[in-house]
């Protein structure tokens, strides 16, 4: 079988990608995303039924506290799924979870939907936590589920479509909030529930697919299960390999309980996978991708861009960070994890470190605003095609079937309380460093860097197995003898 016949026969593989990707990362992109085109409307609400409830309009600040905390209670929810993505995959498997995850986003489509004919603001305040509850859990669990339903060979480019729908997802939801779609005043409480579509078309289809292989096998021990769904998934009669891999990850966790949170936090047999999750993986709101977005419209604005236009110039900043995603995707199993990553925080530091001298001086000349907003590209395009796709990619090689849950908590934890304070703070810190407050996000970038190009191990091509033998050296590295054993009982027993 030659090799395009032998990717085609992967289809249903792709299709499963497609089902998890649309009700899973694809709501993170367009909640994130779709809030800034309804802000006027929506605090017009609030002060509408403030003067029905208390006969008198809310104060400016009472109304932008209510705005920034419908904004940022997203954060919170997500944080609250990300908890509940080490315990709901485990008791009731990856499927049935995120069946469960889409009755959250359903109800909350219907807070939203109908908050405006209830006069209750809170109904909007509750359904973007449901969101935000069904983000944290939606995007974990999408990434154990195809992970752990795809050969070795693929697992880099399926893990990446995780980024692929962020990124679709925020495309979707500027777009679909423009004047002339659903950005008008009266189309807001449907803008805002537009996430149940994608929620009902998961949970129906996903009804046909099979639940996460190594999931039936290693948590499970169902081995006909697991034939009969990776037979449907890859149309392979041989899996004998796939299988033996399988066994031997299963016996190094037989008769062990589940991996908590404290475990992955104090065990040496994890500790470099943790960093790695922790650092350059989940961390990665602390690159800076944010403050861009945030400081482009000023960028625009000073560059002689009309205000009426500037939709359209964010709809390009979406689009190219989806089209450089999507490059990343055809990359990332040729050129590996450790590269693209490692080499793109460090091309984003030294990229940013340019845009924080080119911000200083850019009543200089009238062609630097215009350098600026290249340099805004620039940096989004080496975000797409390094950290945003393998910091999704990556941590799904990190850990051992019996310790990923408890890992991914950990990482949903990080990612999401970073992006709250970056959400509350950032404005603060705009405000006393101007455009020197970059050199935080160069710091970081350039730390990620040299952190994965000197001591990560590639991951590429291996196996799980394979992949915790070289986490090993680096666990173990300052024992004598036992410090060079590479045994898989190491990386799962205390």
Request: glycine content about 8%.
């Amino acid at each position: 079988m030659d090799g395009a016949s032998k990717k085609l026969q992967y289809w249903r593989l792709y299709l499963l990608a497609l089902v998890l990707g649309i009700g899973g990362s694809f709501q993170y992109g367009i909640q994130v995303s779709v809030i800034a085109s309804p802000a006027v409307h929506v605090q017009s609400f609030v002060n509408y039924t403030w003067m029905l409830r208390y006969g008198a309009p809310v104060t400016d600040s009472t109304n932008q506290l209510i705005w920034s905390f419908i904004v940022a209670v997203l954060s919170l929810g997500a944080w609250a799924g990300a908890i509940h993505s080490g315990s709901l995959p485990v008791t009731y498997g990856r499927k049935k979870a995120l069946l469960i995850n889409n009755v959250v986003a359903i109800v909350a489509a219907l807070l939203m939907l109908f908050s405006r004919m209830a006069k209750s603001f809170e109904m909007i305040l509750l359904g973007r936590f449901l969101y935000g509850y069904n983000v944290g859990l939606g995007l974990s669990v999408h990434l154990m589920y195809i992970g752990e339903s795809s050969p070795k060979k693929f697992r880099g480019f399926l893990t990446l479509t995780c980024s692929i729908f962020i990124g679709f997802g925020k495309v979707t939801g500027q777009i679909i909030g423009i004047k002339e779609m659903m950005g008008a005043e009266e189309m807001w409480p449907y803008l805002l529930a537009v996430s149940g579509i994608p929620a009902i078309l998961q949970f129906v289809t996903l009804l046909f697919f099979p639940e996460a292989p190594r999931y039936l096998y290693i948590d499970k021990g169902d081995t006909e299960g697991t034939r009969k769904a990776l037979q449907w998934l890859w149309q392979e009669d041989e899996l004998k390999q796939e299988l033996d891999d399988m066994q031997k990850e299963r016996e190094s966790t037989l008769g062990e309980r589940a991996k908590t949170v404290k475990d992955v936090l104090t065990s040496r047999c994890v500790r470099w996978q943790l960093l790695t999750l922790a650092i350059p993986c989940a961390g990665v709101q602390f690159c800076g991708i944010n403050a861009l977005y945030f400081y482009a419209f000023d960028i625009f604005r000073e560059s002689g861009v009309p205000e009426d236009q500037m939709h359209y110039l964010s709809i390009g900043i979406g689009a190219t960070e989806l089209i450089t995603v999507t490059l990343c995707s055809l990359l990332i199993d040729r050129a590996g994890r450790k590269k693209l990553m490692g080499y793109g925080y460090l091309m984003m530091g030294v990229t940013m470190s340019m845009l924080t001298i080119t911000l200083s001086y850019k009543d200089l000349n009238s062609w630097i605003p215009y350098v600026n907003i290249a340099l805004i590209f620039f940096v989004i395009s080496i975000y797409g095609l390094g950290p945003s796709g393998v910091s999704m990619a990556l941590p799904a090689d990190l850990f051992l079937q019996a310790w990923r849950p408890s890992a991914y908590v950990i990482s949903g934890t990080i990612n999401w309380i970073s992006m709250f304070l970056v959400g509350m703070l950032f404005g603060y810190i705009v405000d006393g460093l101007g455009q020197f407050c970059f050199l935080i996000f160069v710091a970081y970038s350039v730390f990620s860097a040299a952190f994965l190009i000197f001591f990560v191990p590639e991951t590429k091509g291996k196996t799980m197995v394979e992949i915790m033998e070289d986490f090993n050296t680096l666990n173990y590295k300052s024992r004598s003898a036992d410090a060079e054993r590479t045994e898989i009982d190491l990386a799962t027993k205390f």
